[in-house]
């Protein structure tokens, strides 16, 4: 099972924008890899955690600008491929 959120999650990551997971600790499915979090993604279970997780992945980034661009690059670079024909013929089997 995929989250409808996860391309979002994947996408924002990737640009460097940090994201927050809003989860159920009965429930919980996170569309991304352990890398980088708590520097540029996290997970908040509740309202006060969620104000919680934001402050500390806003004061993290400022800190921490050139990190969080190394993870951004880590995403686009493991999760997305350049459209060219040949990988769109290949992701389609049109070969």
Do not use: H, M
């Not at 992945?57 to 190394?70: G, H, W």
């Amino acid at each position: 099972f995929t989250p409808p959120y996860a391309g979002t999650s994947l996408e924002a990551v990737a640009c460097g924008i940090p994201v927050i997971i809003i989860a159920d600790k009965d429930n919980l499915i996170s569309p991304l890899v352990d890398y980088g979090r708590g520097e540029i993604w996290s997970i908040a279970f509740s309202g006060q955690d969620t104000i919680k997780q934001y402050n500390n992945l806003l004061e993290y980034k400022n800190n921490n600008i050139d990190k969080v661009e190394k993870i951004a690059y880590w995403y686009k670079d493991n999760f997305f491929i350049e459209p060219t024909d040949e990988n769109i013929a290949r992701a389609f089997e049109l070969n």
